[in-house]
């Protein structure tokens, strides 16, 4: 028995001094997860769930989808997305009743995951959101229950009577308890791959490549290919987070046993928000590739957040006060959040996991905690890429507006399903969405 639970690890994991890394799926290598699924022979890869967050909403005429599948006609926020209508769930109508109580920023994002009741006052009252609901029913199979990611960092301030915790979370762990934002890549990065603190920032690929050599001459010659462009892209997101720490560009340090292990305090926001949110959509797909999670939320910004954006030459106003225009700016600002998940689905969708791809065995939801910039929450924008292991059926169009039981808590029930978490009721929903 022992033996058989070191030949698992051995297949599965890459180790070294301090490090691990979890091995993407590979034919050669027919498990996946804990030994129990080993037990039964399991070798097909597992189902994924990642929520992309951009506050304010988007553009109110250019947020729409017309028809259905690959010919599907989208709003001009949605034309980042334009490669992967047929994989597409376009979901319009959803709204969380509790949200409309407060009508303001924090009181509309506070329960955006959960469909909870919000305490006000600048108390914390939600409810444990939908990432990690699942996350304590199946993280234990994985090094990390969930990667929680964020560009943007979090406000502790009052706003019209609700804490600005609401607009800087969408993931909690309880009902009090916002799940820790992990806004710094080089510290998620230690996350996924780091066991502890080591002395010195000596390189995750340095560590485990005498255990990557010894499992290359096992494995098949295409997953010996599959393998070296994997450690490829690990190396890359090493050098990139390096290089722009170097540059200033992303604030903090890596952890080590001579220093705190935590980051320096935050004196401003990443200079260069493009590399920042491309970085962590990196991370989080060598998250799903190497089974180090299976949930991930990636906030983009804040609810009522303060970020700019020089490089499209929209540098004149924050984030928030740009939201309540319609302008061709805003519009770019919208686009510009609808890349990046464009690119986590072309990067995910690069990734062959047998005969579906990483994109296949994925859920990639991105919503907001209001349609328009103008705090209309009464639906909420909501788009959907990814197969959910073959049990999503894409190129859909759906419209719940004007119809009962229109609730978004619906929606995470359909989601949860198709993760194998299957509770009775969630937030305000009794039943899933049975068209998701």
């Known amino acids: 028995m022992k033996n058989e639970h070191h030949q698992f690890s051995r297949r599965t994991m890459l180790r070294g001094l301090g490090v691990t890394m979890a091995l993407p799926w590979m034919e050669s290598l027919r498990v996946w997860g804990d030994a129990r699924r080993e037990a039964r022979q399991s070798s097909e890869a597992p189902t994924r769930m990642a929520i992309l967050f951009a506050g304010c909403g988007f553009h109110r005429h250019e947020w729409w989808a017309k028809g259905e599948g690959a010919d599907m006609e989208l709003g001009k926020v949605l034309h980042p997305l334009n490669d992967f209508r047929d994989r597409m769930v376009f979901i319009r109508g959803l709204y969380n009743a509790e949200a409309l109580k407060g009508n303001i920023h924090s009181s509309q994002t506070g329960n955006l995951l959960s469909g909870a009741p919000l305490a006000s006052g600048g108390r914390i009252q939600s409810g444990t959101s939908v990432d990690q609901f699942v996350a304590q029913h199946i993280g234990h199979r994985t090094k990390l229950p969930s990667l929680v990611l964020g560009c943007e960092k979090a406000n502790p301030s009052v706003h019209k009577d ?48 005498s255990d990557a050599k010894d499992l290359r001459r096992n494995i098949s010659r295409l997953d010996q290919q599959k393998l070296d462009e994997y450690l490829n892209s690990v190396r890359e997101v090493e050098k ?160 719940y507006l004007g119809k009962a039981n229109r609730q978004m808590s619906r929606l995470f029930l359909s989601m949860m399903d198709k993760m194998d978490v299957h509770p009775k009721t969630f937030g305000d929903a009794t039943k899933l969405l049975e068209e998701v």
Not at 250 to 266: A, C, D, E, S, V
Not at 290 to 315: A, E, M, Q, S, Y
Not at 348 to 370: P, W
């Open 240 to 399: 990139r987070i390096e290089s722009a720490g170097k540059r200033g560009e992303l604030q903090g340090w890596r952890p080590t046993l001579i220093k705190p292990n935590m980051p320096r305090p935050n004196d401003g926001y990443p200079q260069d928000i493009v590399e920042h949110m491309r970085i962590m959509s990196d991370l989080l797909v060598l998250a799903f590739q190497t089974d180090t999670t299976r949930i991930c939320t990636l906030k983009l910004n804040n609810d009522h957040g303060t970020l700019r954006f020089p490089h499209l030459g929209v540098d004149y106003m924050i984030h928030h006060l740009l939201s309540h225009s319609d302008t061709a700016d805003w519009l770019k600002v919208n686009q510009f959040f609808l890349e990046q998940m464009a690119y986590i689905a072309k990067r995910l969708d690069g990734i062959q996991e047998g005969e579906r791809t990483a994109l296949d065995n994925s859920m990639l939801m991105l919503c907001s905690s209001m349609l328009t910039g103008h705090h209309d929450a009464t639906q909420l924008p909501v788009v959907m890429l990814g197969g959910g292991g073959g049990r999503i059926k894409g190129g859909q169009n759906l419209n």
């Open 162 to 209: 609700y804490s600005m915790l609401y607009s800087s979370h969408i993931s909690w762990s309880s009902p009090t308890t916002p799940t820790p934002l992990e806004v710094y890549p080089a510290l998620a990065f230690d996350q996924m791959f780091k066991d502890k603190a080591q002395a010195g920032d000596r390189s995750v690929l340095d560590a485990v490549l």
